[in-house]
């Protein structure tokens, strides 16, 4: 799949049809296709998931694995070439600059492998980046639909005032969700103190508190 119509050329002149034939060369925006669909007619017309491999325009890296994470249960395995620092975000710990939204969202839909970095001198022209190659494994359980938009916009409030403290950065999240809405309480019952911040917590915390979330919207009737 290919947006630039030079690239095109070249890809049709390296892979003549003729030569060959099961390779589909599709002249689109990543962004704009519809992958759904295509994952789901390479499973029925297969019964195998779909395989990505690609080297991701770095301008669109992170919206493009988000795409990728809404039909996780369609794909199998994904092998990547990323910029260094959206690499690093997605294999990050907990209390690093980098961990955040991308890598807890990750978690929830695949496991995540870094493999090896290319240096930009293996590029023609050089870029002033270096690249990464890695690989993400999807989970047959992962998190699909309203389940993981809904995580995704909890992970945006507790991340959106990073140094905050979670009583305060869920406040106006948990106003909106809750009709009788306690953050420390909701903390509470998650086994998470108020007093740490979004950065400091591990993904399995993100979720636990998420299902306390959903429980508390189930009881209230939403």
Not at 2 to 30: G, T
Not at 119 to 145: E, K
Request: aromatic fraction near 8%; charge should be positive.
């Amino acid at each position: 799949m290919e947006v630039d119509p030079q690239c095109i050329a070249i890809l049709q002149k390296r892979f003549p049809i003729s030569d060959y034939a099961h390779i589909e060369l599709v002249r689109s925006d990543v962004l704009e296709y519809d992958l759904l669909s295509l994952a789901r007619q390479t499973l029925e017309k297969t019964g195998r998931k779909l395989r990505v491999i690609g080297n991701l325009p770095y301008n669109i890296s992170s919206p493009l694995l988000f795409r990728l994470f809404e039909i996780a249960p369609l794909l199998s395995k994904a092998v990547l070439m990323l910029q260094r620092e959206v690499a690093q975000r997605l294999i990050a710990r907990p209390c690093t600059k980098s961990y955040g939204i991308l890598r807890i969202a990750c978690w929830v839909v695949a496991e995540a492998q870094l493999h090896f970095h290319v240096p930009a001198t293996a590029f023609v022209p050089s870029p002033t980046i270096v690249s990464s190659v890695m690989s993400l494994r999807f989970r047959p359980d992962a998190w699909t639909g309203t389940t993981f938009t809904g995580f995704v916009k909890l992970l945006h409030a507790a991340f959106g005032q990073r140094r905050k403290k979670l009583r305060n950065a869920l406040k106006k999240y948990v106003s909106t969700h809750l009709a009788k809405p306690c953050v420390e309480e909701l903390l509470q019952q998650a086994a998470i103190s108020p007093d740490r911040r979004a950065e400091e917590l591990a993904p399995e915390e993100f979720v636990s508190l998420y299902r306390v979330l959903q429980q508390g919207q189930s009881h209230e009737g939403f």
